[in-house]
Antibody, heavy 118, light 109 residues
Framework: EVQLLESGGGLVQPGGSLRLSCAAS????????VSWVRQAPGKGLEWVSL?????YYADSVKGRFTISRDTSKNTLYLQMNSLRVEDTASYYC??????????????WGQGTLVTVSS | TVVTQEPSFSVSPGGTVTLTCGLS?????????PSWYQQTPGQAPRTLIY???IRSSGVPDRFSGSILGNKAALTITGAQADDESDYYC??????????FGAGTKLTVL
């Protein structure tokens, strides 16, 4: 059974940093693309970043966020720097159905809430 | 480029509804690998359809995906009360970039 478990969310001040983690199990982590998708309170889904053989970012986070993964730990990360109030959201870890970035998301984690506020 | 969805839609129990996913400029084709997700309040999204018309594991065949004209479409037949949810489409824009639509709130009444 595929499982994705996010952690690391919390309250941070504007300009601060936070690192999210996503522990993956039930599949060969290194063989699949994985993404971070966020959802601001009461708003829609927003794709944030994807890692396959390369890394990709939405314009809204480019230069501030860094996606990475440790295949020995089956863990995905999102390092978030220079955080803004508008980064407040639940952040979901999501597995794609193949290794290529053209493959869609098939499994989702339960999300972790990031609140950026002074 | 903005991905467009109907803000809201209503369907009667047992009825059929088609939600669409378009582009502010241009037409959606299979090359955009359109996918559809269902989300109820407080829950994580659930994958319904990917790569235009492939049903995700465990999704009933009441849900189907297609290209209709210049848009991707999600059709729900025999609508049930628990289909009342938010539905999101996402399109692949190339260069590793995905863009979600703003979602459609479906009411079953």
């Amino acid at each position: 059974e595929v499982q994705l478990l996010e952690s690391g969310g919390g309250l941070v001040q504007p300009g601060g940093s936070l690192r999210l983690s996503c522990a993956a199990s039930g599949f060969t982590f290194s063989n699949y693309a994985v993404s971070w998708v966020r959802q601001a309170p009461g708003k829609g889904l927003e794709w944030v970043s994807l890692i396959s053989g390369s890394t990709y970012y939405a314009d809204s986070v480019k230069g501030r966020f860094t996606i990475s993964r440790d295949t020995s730990k089956n863990t995905l990360y999102l390092q978030m720097n220079s955080l803004r109030v508008e980064d407040t959201a639940s952040y979901y870890c999501a597995k794609h159905f193949c290794s290529s970035p053209i493959c869609s998301i098939d499994y989702w984690g339960q999300g972790t809430l990031v609140t950026v506020s002074s | 480029t903005v991905v467009t969805q109907e803000p809201s839609f209503s369907v009667s129990p047992g009825g059929t509804v088609t939600l669409t996913c378009g582009l502010s400029s241009g037409s959606v084709s299979t090359s955009y690998y359109p996918s559809w997700y269902q989300q109820t309040p407080g829950q994580a999204p659930r994958t319904l359809i990917y790569s235009t018309n492939i049903r995700s594991s465990g999704v009933p065949d009441r849900f189907s995906g297609s290209i209709l004209g210049n848009k991707a479409a999600l059709t729900i037949t025999g609508a049930q009360a628990d289909d009342e949810s938010d539905y999101y489409c996402v399109l692949y824009m190339g260069s590793g970039i995905w863009v979600f639509g703003a979602g459609t709130k479906l009411t079953v009444l």
